[in-house]
């Protein structure tokens, strides 16, 4: 009796799960599980006539959970990289659109991206590159010590809007799930690897729209608003001949010389001392103001220049996803890629692929890292502390020459910078 009633939960709870999977609505999902992998993307000519393209590796990578479960990996160093897969258009209006992929920096990536795009229309994929229009831009950019953050780059209306708000991007050597989770309410979240690690509303944390409330810049401050926290305290009275302390006094425990000679030196005179009861000019007691109004504020009011577009979150003709990057040095493995409606599939995906493998990857590449310190103390036995000195000193440089987007942008890399400040100083106030 007990078994059966058991068996018809669990009956019910398959059926449950097969239900909220089956009402999942996937648009792309690309496992690299097979050789043709290859008739399903298209590797970009982009930058091959100067030599500068480089090529994939099918590879599950130096360390993995199963050398079967293989991806795709930058090849060669110091290489443009661009490839793209086309799916059936779609529009995610009045849809949840979660972005999904799993990428393993297995060189310790100093300076390069990590991050795929969706492109929407007509695309001609072998030319496919950097200047190629995206409609999102999402996944982790390392480079040095000054930029390890996780881009959302929105486009809007032909321009595009980076995420405001700082997610920083997992710099270690093992594979991890970046999730975007585009609503049609205007909100998202990012994970990494199923947890959350940023959330918000697109109205605040990006700057398509100007922002929906503004300080009226009418608003005066009233001329009796007393913002003094401290004031003196009236009761407090300066002590009975407090002035007359003075500040400094003859020394009374000085003795004039045995040897003083006064017709040569004069009439002896003790040294002059600070008086030990001298206190400062008098100050009153402060007390707190009771009638302290508080840091004066303008009020908000409507921002005139705000025009709301319910359709801020839409992308009416998303139809390729596409990796394009520069790398000083290759070694990233992408896996996984999923577009979907069902925050809740892409999650079970993540659990199913990388969550399945990554202790069996951790422990393996802990084998692989015990190895080669033992390979670098036989080699060179004074060397075998030094731990990659040479990955951890490099500086952006090099990437800014090279690489014309995102970073290059300094404009907006700047911009964005001060609008964090500005947003962290007005929500400090507000
Ligand atoms: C292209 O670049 C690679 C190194 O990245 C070099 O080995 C090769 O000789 C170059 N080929 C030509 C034709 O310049
Ligand atoms: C990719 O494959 C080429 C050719 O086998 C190899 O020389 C290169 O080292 C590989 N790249 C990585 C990052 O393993
Ligand atoms: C969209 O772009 C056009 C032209 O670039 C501009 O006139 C319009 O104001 C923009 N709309 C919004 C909502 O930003
Ligand atoms: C947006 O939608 C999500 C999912 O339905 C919900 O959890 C969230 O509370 C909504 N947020 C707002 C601001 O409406
Ligand atoms: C950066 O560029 C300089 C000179 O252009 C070069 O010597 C150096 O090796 C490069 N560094 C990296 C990390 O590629």
């Known amino acids: 009796m007990a078994n059966r009633a058991a068996a018809a939960a669990a009956s019910l709870l398959l059926t449950l799960t097969l239900y909220s999977i089956a009402s999942a609505t996937v648009f792309f999902e690309e496992r690299f599980d097979d050789e043709d992998w290859e008739k399903r993307w298209v590797v970009s000519d982009w930058k091959k006539a100067e030599n500068a393209s480089g090529a994939w ?21 110091m290489k443009f990289y661009a490839i793209s897969a086309e799916f059936p258009e779609f529009s995610n209006k009045d849809k949840t659109l979660v972005f999904q992929f799993s990428v393993k ?4 990536l100093d300076c390069g991206g ?3 795009k969706l492109l929407s229309g007509d695309i001609d994929q072998k030319s496919f590159g950097g200047d190629t229009p995206y409609s999102i831009m999402f996944g982790p950019d390392i480079c040095g010590h000054s930029t390890k953050k996780v881009h959302a780059i929105l486009n809007y209306n032909g321009t595009n809007y980076p995420n405001k708000k700082d997610v920083i991007a997992a710099t270690d050597q093992l594979t991890h799930v970046y999730t975007f989770i585009l609503r049609p309410n205007a909100t998202y979240r990012i994970l990494i690897d199923n947890e959350e690690v940023q959330k918000g509303s697109l109205y605040k944390h990006w700057d398509m729209l100007p922002p929906k409330k503004i300080k009226d810049p009418e608003a005066k401050k009233p001329e009796d608003w007393d913002d003094e926290a401290y004031i003196d305290d009236p009761e407090d009275k300066k002590p009975e001949g407090y002035d007359d302390i003075p500040m400094d006094i003859p020394d009374t425990d000085a003795e004039k010389p045995n040897d003083w000679d006064e017709e040569e030196n004069g009439e002896w005179e003790p040294p002059i001392i600070a008086n030990p009861e001298y206190q400062g000019p008098w ?3 402060q007390i707190k103001n009771p009638n302290y109004k508080g840091k004066w504020k303008a009020p908000l009011i409507d921002n005139p220049e705000f025009k709301d577009d319910p359709n801020i979150y839409v992308y009416p003709n998303l139809k ?9 040095k290759s070694g990233s493995l992408f896996d996984n890629i999923l577009i979907t409606d069902d925050p809740e599939y892409a999650k079970k995906f993540a659990d199913d692929t990388w969550g399945k493998h990554k ?4 422990a393996a590449f ?3 890292e015990k190895a080669n310190k033992e390979k670098k103390a036989e080699e060179d036995p004074a060397d075998s502390d030094v731990e990659d000195e040479t990955h951890a000193d490099k500086d952006d440089s090099n990437k800014s020459d090279a690489k014309d987007e995102p970073h290059a942008d300094e404009e907006s890399v700047v911009k964005e910078q001060y609008t964090n400040k500005k947003d962290k100083e007005e929500h400090d106030e507000l």
């Open 57 to 77: 590796n099918y590879t599950a990578g130096k360390w993995n959970g199963d050398p079967d479960d293989k991806g795709i990996q930058t090849g060669h160093d």
């Open 105 to 108: 920096h297995e060189q310790k």
């Open 320 to 328: 390729y996803v596409g990796i394009e990057l520069w790398q000083v």
């Open 114 to 116: 990590g991050y795929l």
């Open 366 to 368: 802990e084998e692989a």
């Open 359 to 362: 202790d069996a990857e951790k």
């Open 283 to 285: 100050t009153p007691k």
